[in-house]
């Protein structure tokens, strides 16, 4: 079993800044791919960026260029940078693990809130 703890969430202007960190429980998070999602009320959950165990990463192209996901395995950490927010930023996001066993785990969830 993974545990996933989401931090960072915010009320944030259009333009700002917010890092979303994910802490991971147990001893094997180097082996995991990790990946940040989003959810808005009555749309289906999306992938943001997802990070694999030898750093390759891959992005939503709406987040491509303003988004940067990273990764301390040292700390079972991962990270979401989020630069330039726009209001179509604002969603819940939810931390992600899949195991080398195919298991999948999220977190709780932090909600992202971009206005004005």
């Known amino acids: 079993q993974v545990q996933l703890v989401e931090s960072g969430g915010a009320l944030v202007q259009p333009g700002g800044s917010l890092r979303l960190s994910c802490a991971a429980s147990?001893?094997?998070?180097?082996?995991?791919?990790m990946g940040w999602y989003r959810q808005v009320p009555g749309k289906q959950r999306e992938l943001v960026a997802v990070i694999s165990t030898i750093d390759r990463t891959t992005y939503a192209d709406s987040v491509k260029g303003r988004f940067t996901i990273s990764r301390d395995n040292a700390k079972n950490t991962v990270y979401l940078q989020m630069n330039s927010l726009k209001p179509e930023d604002t969603a819940v996001y939810y931390c992600?693990?899949?195991?080398?066993?195919?298991?999948?785990?999220w977190g709780q969830g932090t909600q992202v809130t971009v206005s004005s």
């Open positions: 992600n693990a899949k195991t080398i066993s195919r298991n999948n785990y």
């Open positions: 147990g001893s094997r998070f180097s082996t995991y791919h």
